[in-house]
C-alpha cells in the first residue's frame, strides 16, 4: 500500500485530488448554501405557520376573554346560583376553541364547569390561579400546560367574580384549547409528513399533530432526536421525529401576548421533503464534480501513464542500466519536455561517466599494475587482493582471501609495531609505514603501505584498504647508493685533487672538502671568490690562458705545475685540469676545475733534476744497467771518458764496456757474480778502453731495487785510480822494503840489547860486589867512581829495557796487564821517585792530581808508572834550574780522564812538533849533555794507545811544555796486542 502511495502516479493523482480540494469545497459550500436555503425554508415556514397559531390563539384568547366578561355581568354566576353551571356548557358547546369553561372557588375548586371532569385536581397551584389571587381584578392569561381536570392542552384565561365590595366571590375560567390546532386547522399549510409539536416552558409535550395522546405529557427531547447541531442563526435542526423519520425542526414561541407563560411549536418538515431541491442539486453537482474528478483522474491515470510515468520509468531503466555498468543504455524519451531534458542530462551524465570510467578504468589498470592492493574487513580477514599481491606474495587468490595479513608477516617488525598500526586505523585515520612482508617461498619484500580505514554511512567502520608499492629494489638501491654517497663523501674528503666548480666568470661556486686538506681552506671559506685570487701572480696568465679560456670555448684544458697559495701563506704546486659543463640547451654553465697537489712530485723532480745533474757533473763514472741483460741505460761523462767511447753511444752498451784485462779477470768475474746474485761488490779491476789504454778502476756495484724489492737494475760507481795503483805499487813496493828493514832494525835491537845487557849486568854485578865487598872496603874516591859506573850501569840498563820493548812492540809482543786501580796513588809514587832529582835541579813539584783522588782507571800499573816517570822524568830533564814540576788531573763530562805534567823548562819550537813521539828523535837535545836517547816519548804513545788513550802536548818555546794524557775513566784494557 505504502508502494502504491509511493508511487509517481499515485502522487501525481493525489496532486490532482489535492489540487481538486478547492472544488469540493466550492461544490460543499454551495451544497452549504443550498442546505441552508432549505433551512431558512422551513424555519420561515414554521415561522409564519407559528405566527398563524399565535393569531388565531390571540383571537382564541380575545373570544375567551369576551366570554368571561359576558359571564362575569350575568347575575347567576355572580350568585353562583346552580344554573349557572349550564351557562358553562353552553358557551362551550359554542366555542369549540375552547376544552372547558367553568368557575371555582376561591380555593380554586372547581365549582362547576361545561366540560366532563376526567381527573380529580385543584388549580390553586396553577399560575393563572395564583397570579389572580394576587389581586388581579381584571382577567388573567396562565400559562399553556396540560389541564387539572381535563388533561387537554390548554391556557386558561380567568376572570374573578366580584362581590359588591368588590371582593372575590369566585373565579371564571375559560381553557382556550390547542388541540383544535389539529391537521385540518393547519390546513394544508404543512407539507405533507410534517409534525407540529407544542410543548410548555418545561419542556413538556402539550399537543402534537400527528399522535396527540401518544405523545402529550412527554418530554419534547423524547419527540426529537436529534442528529446534529442545530442551525446557529435559525435553531432548525435535523433530528428523528416521533416516527424515526429522519425531519428538519423548526422552533417558535406563541407569539401571545396576553399568555403568562407561552407555549413553544416546533415544526418537523421531513427532511426528504425539506431537502428535496437541496438534494437535487447537491446530488446534480456533485455528479458533475465525480465527472470532473473522474474524467481528470482518468486522464491523469493514462496521461501520467503515457507522458510521465513510461518517460519516467525509461529513465530509471537507463539509469539502472548505468547503474549496474551499461552506460550505453538510452530512454529514448521524446524531446520537448522536461522529462527530455532529464533525459538528455542523463545521457550526457553517461557520456561523461562512461568516459570518467574509461579514465578510470586506465587509472585503475595502471594502478593495479603498480601497486599492490588489498581490502580486509575490520576483524583484518583479507576480501580482496589484487593480481599484483598474489603476483608477489606468491599466494594464489584463493589462499588469501579469508586470511589475516599474517600469511605475509616476515617476523622482522615487533608487535608494538602492529599495535600501533592497528591503533592508528581502528581511529579510522591514514596508516603509512614501510613493511617487510615474506613470500610463500621464505624469501622477503619490503613494501611502502598506505592503509586508509573506509567507514559505512553510519560512520562505523568497515573496511581497511591496504595500497602497498614494492620498495625492495628502491631501498637496496638507496642503501647502495647511501654506501656510494658515504664512499664518493670519503673519496670527495680524501681525495688528492680537490674538485671545484666556477661559474663561466671564475668565481667558485662549489669546492670538494678535500680542500682543506691541501690548501688549509674549508669549502665554506671559498665559495664566491674569484678563482684567482689564490694563484701566483706569475702564474695567473698561464692559468687563464690554459684552462680558463679553452674551458669557455668548450674545450678541456690542462695547465701543469702552478702554485696556489696554501692558507698558511706558503705556496703549493698543483697540476690543473679544467672541463667545461653544460645545461641542456648545450649552453656553458660552469667550469669544473680539478687541481693536484704535486708539491712532493716537484721536489722530487727538483731532486731528481739535480742528482741527474750531480751525477751528470761527477768526476766518477756511474752507469746504470739493466740486471737481466746487463744493457746500460744510463752512463755519465766520466764513465765515456774511462771507457773512451762517445756518451751518447754508451746506453744500450753490455755492461762494462771495457774489455777486461787478463790480469784481473778474476776480479771482473767476482763482479759478475755479484751482480748475478743481487749483492753489493767493491773490486779494483783492470780494463782496456776502447783505445786500448790500460785502465784500472775501482769499481761499486750495489743493486737498485724496484718498490717490490725485486732487483732490476745495478748503479756502477767507477774511478779511474790508474794513477793510484802505479802509486800504490811503488809504495808497496818502499813499504814492503821498509818492512824488511824495520824488521831487520828490531831484530838487530832486540839482538843487541840482548847482547849489551848480558855484558851490563856483569857490569853492574861487579860494581855492586865491589861497593859492598866487606874485606876490601873503598875509600871516598873509589866509593865515587863505583857510584858513578853503577848509576851509568842502570841508566844504560833502563836504556836497553826501553829498547827491548820499542822492539816488543814493533814486534807486537807488548802484553799489558791491566786492573783496576787509584791513578792518584801511582803519580803519588812516581813523583817520589822523580823527587831526588828534582831537588837537585832545585825544581818545585807541584801535585794538583788530588781531582783523581778518587778516580778508579784500568791500567796496566807498570806501564802506567813508566808513561808518567818518562814525563816527569823529561819535565825535570828539560826544566830550568828553580823552576816548577805540576802535575794535574781531572775528569769531563764524557768520563775521560786528563792527566797533565807541565814544566817550565826550555819548550818545544813548533816546527819540530811533528818529530815529537818519533823513535830516536832529540830534537837537537843530542849536544846538549841532557841524557836520552829520543825513545821515551814514542814509547810513552805507543803505551797510552794500547790502553785505549791518547797523547797531546802543548808548549811555548823559552816558557815550557804541557803533555796530557787522556784515558777512559774505567775502560777497560785490551790485555794483549
Ligand atoms: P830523550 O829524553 O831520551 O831524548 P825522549 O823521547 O824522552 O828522549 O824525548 C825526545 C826529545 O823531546 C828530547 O830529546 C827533547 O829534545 C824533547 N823533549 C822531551 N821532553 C821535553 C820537555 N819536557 N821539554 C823540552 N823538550 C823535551
Redesign the pocket.
Known amino acids: 500500500m505504502k508502494r502504491v502511495f509511493e508511487s509517481l502516479r499515485s502522487r501525481l493523482i493525489a496532486l490532482i485530488l489535492v489540487a481538486m480540494l478547492p472544488m469540493l469545497t466550492i461544490a460543499w459550500f454551495i451544497g452549504a448554501q443550498l442546505y441552508h436555503h432549505a433551512v431558512d425554508d422551513a424555519y420561515r415556514e414554521t415561522k409564519i405557520l407559528v405566527q398563524g397559531i399565535s393569531l388565531q390563539q390571540e383571537e382564541h384568547i380575545n373570544t375567551a376573554r369576551e366570554l368571561l366578561f359576558s359571564l362575569s355581568a350575568s347575575p347567576l354566576i355572580i350568585e353562583r346560583r346552580q344554573e349557572a353551571c349550564s351557562v358553562f356548557k353552553d358557551a362551550l358547546a359554542k366555542h369549540a376553541i375552547f376544552a372547558n369553561v367553568g368557575m371555582t372557588d376561591v380555593e380554586g375548586n372547581a365549582i362547576c364547569m361545561g366540560a366532563p371532569k376526567t381527573h380529580e385536581g385543584s388549580f390553586s397551584d396553577r399560575l393563572w390561579f395564583r397570579q389572580i389571587r394576587q389581586g388581579h381584578d381584571e382577567i388573567v392569561v396562565g400559562d399553556y400546560h396540560l389541564g387539572v381536570l381535563i388533561k387537554e392542552p390548554v391556557v386558561i384565561v380567568a376572570k374573578p367574580v366580584k362581590g359588591r365590595h368588590g371582593e372575590h366571590l369566585a373565579y371564571l375560567f375559560v381553557s382556550v384549547d390547542l388541540s383544535w390546532f389539529d391537521r385540518n386547522n393547519l390546513g394544508n399549510k404543512l407539507p405533507k409528513g410534517a409534525e407540529v409539536i407544542f410543548y410548555d416552558h418545561n419542556g413538556v409535550i402539550l399537543h402534537s399533530e400527528p399522535e396527540p395522546e401518544i405523545w402529550r405529557g412527554k418530554p419534547i427531547g423524547a419527540a426529537i432526536r436529534r442528529i446534529g447541531a442545530p442551525d446557529p442563526a435559525t435553531g432548525v435542526t435535523e433530528a428523528y421525529a416521533m416516527d424515526g423519520i429522519s425531519r428538519l425542526f423548526s422552533f417558535a414561541k406563541l407569539e401571545s401576548s396576553s399568555a403568562s407563560e407561552n407555549a413553544f411549536v416546533a415544526v418537523g418538515i421531513p427532511t426528504d421533503t425539506a431537502l428535496a431541491q437541496v438534494r437535487r442539486t447537491g446530488g446534480l453537482a456533485v455528479l458533475v464534480v465525480l465527472g470532473v474528478f473522474g474524467g481528470m483522474l482518468l486522464f491523469a491515470w493514462v496521461g501520467t501513464g503515457r507522458l510521465v510515468i513510461a518517460p519516467v520509468r525509461a529513465l530509471i531503466y537507463q539509469a539502472n542500466a548505468h547503474a549496474a555498468g551499461d552506460l550505453a543504455q538510452r530512454s529514448g524519451v521524446a524531446d520537448g519536455t522536461e522529462l527530455s531534458e532529464l533525459a538528455h542530462a542523463l545521457d550526457g551524465m553517461a557520456v561523461k561517466l562512461a568516459a570518467h570510467e574509461h579514465e578510470l578504468r586506465l587509472h585503475l589498470h595502471a594502478f593495479n599494475a603498480h601497486a599492490i592492493v588489498s581490502a580486509a574487513d575490520t576483524a583484518g580477514n583479507i576480501v580482496y587482493a589484487n593480481d599484483k599481491f598474489c603476483e608477489i606474495s606468491q599466494y594464489a587468490r584463493e589462499e588469501v582471501i579469508g586470511k589475516t595479513h599474517q600469511l605475509i608477516n616476515s617476523g622482522f617488525h615487533p608487535p608494538e609495531f602492529f599495535s600501533t598500526l592497528w591503533g592508528t586505523i581502528s581511529q579510522g585515520e591514514i596508516w603509512h609505514g614501510n613493511i617487510r612482508n615474506r613470500r610463500k617461498d621464505g624469501s622477503y619484500y619490503w613494501v611502502a603501505s598506505t592503509i586508509v580505514p573506509f567507514v559505512d554511512d553510519n560512520g562505523q567502520l568497515e573496511r581497511y584498504f591496504s595500497i602497498r608499492t614494492d620498495i625492495t629494489r628502491a631501498l637496496a638501491i638507496d642503501e647502495a647508493l647511501q654506501k656510494s654517497e658515504e664512499r664518493f663523501r670519503l673519496l670527495a674528503k680524501n681525495a688528492l685533487d680537490v674538485i671545484s666548480l666556477h661559474d663561466p666568470d671564475g668565481r667558485y661556486s662549489y669546492v670538494s672538502p678535500s680542500c682543506e686538506r691541501v690548501l688549509g681552506y674549508a669549502p665554506a671559506d671559498l665559495t664566491g671568490h674569484d678563482g684567482y685570487e689564490l694563484v701566483h701572480p706569475d702564474d695567473v696568465e698561464r692559468v687563464r690562458g690554459m684552462l680558463h679560456q679553452p674551458a669557455l670555448l668548450g674545450e678541456p684544458g690542462e695547465c701543469g705545475y702552478v702554485r696556489v697559495r696554501h692558507r698558511n701563506g706558503g705556496y703549493i704546486w698543483v697540476d690543473a685540469t679544467a672541463a667545461p659543463t653544460r645545461d641542456e640547451a648545450g649552453n656553458i654553465v660552469s667550469i669544473q676545475v680539478s687541481v693536484r697537489d704535486v708539491t712532493g712530485r716537484k721536489a722530487a723532480e727538483d731532486t731528481l733534476r739535480l742528482h741527474d745533474r750531480a751525477i751528470a757533473a761527477s768526476g766518477s763514472g756511474i752507469v746504470i744497467f739493466r740486471r737481466g741483460d746487463l744493457g746500460i741505460e744510463y752512463a755519465n761523462a766520466a764513465y765515456s771518458d774511462i771507457v773512451e767511447l762517445p756518451e751518447a753511444d754508451l746506453p744500450g752498451q753490455r755492461w762494462p764496456a771495457l774489455a777486461e784485462a787478463a790480469g784481473s779477470l778474476g776480479a771482473w768475474q767476482f763482479l759478475r757474480d755479484a751482480v748475478i746474485s743481487g749483492e753489493e761488490m767493491h773490486a779494483v779491476v783492470e780494463g782496456l778502453s776502447r783505445h786500448g789504454r790500460n785502465v784500472w778502476c775501482d769499481v761499486f756495484v750495489s743493486p737498485v731495487r724496484s718498490e717490490g724489492r725485486a732487483i732490476t737494475h745495478f748503479v756502477a760507481a767507477i774511478s779511474d785510480v790508474t794513477d793510484q795503483v802505479i802509486m800504490e805499487a811503488v809504495l808497496m813496493r818502499a813499504k814492503e822494503a821498509a818492512e824488511q828493514a824495520s824488521q831487520a832494525k828490531s831484530k838487530f835491537l832486540s839482538h843487541v840489547g840482548h847482547e849489551l845487557r848480558t855484558p851490563l849486568n856483569s857490569i853492574v854485578g861487579f860494581a855492586q860486589l865491589l861497593e859492598s865487598d866487606p874485606y876490601a872496603p873503598l875509600n871516598e874516591e873509589q866509593h865515587e867512581r863505583i857510584e858513578h859506573i853503577l848509576r851509568s850501569g842502570w841508566e844504560l840498563r833502563e836504556l836497553i829495557d826501553d829498547v827491548l820493548d820499542l822492539s816488543r812492540i814493533e814486534a807486537g809482543r807488548l802484553e799489558l796487564k791491566p786492573e783496576d786501580v787509584n791513578v792518584f796513588d801511582l803519580v803519588r809514587e812516581c813523583l817520589e821517585m822523580i823527587a831526588a832529582q828534582a831537588t837537585e835541579k832545585g825544581l818545585e813539584v807541584v801535585n794538583l792530581s788530588g781531582e783523581c783522588a778518587q778516580q778508579m782507571a784500568r791500567v796496566d800499573v807498570k806501564r802506567f808508572k813508566q808513561v808518567m816517570l ?2 816527569l ?3 825535570v ?3 830550568r834550574e828553580g823552576g816548577r814540576v805540576t802535575v794535574s788531573c781531572h775528569v769531563s763530562d764524557d768520563g775521560v780522564m786528563h792527566m797533565a ?1 807541565s ?1 817550565t ?4 819550537p813548533p816546527e ?1 812538533r811533528d ?3 818519533q ?1 830516536f ?6 849536544n ?1 849533555g ?11 804513545r805507543h803505551l797510552v794507545d794500547l790502553m785505549g788513550g791518547n797523547i797531546t802536548v802543548e ?1 811555548v818555546p823559552g816558557q ?2 804541557r ?1 796530557e794524557i787522556e784515558l777512559p775513566g774505567t775502560c777497560c784494557v785490551p790485555e794483549t796486542v
Open positions: 818518562n814525563l822524568s823529561n819535565a830533564k828539560y826544566n805534567v814544566d823548562g826550555i819548550g818545544i819540530k818529530e815529537l813521539f823513535y828523535s832529540r830534537l837537537g837535545a843530542e846538549s841532557i841524557p836520552g836517547i829520543g825513545v821515551g816519548l814514542a814509547l810513552c808548549s815550557g811544555s803533555f
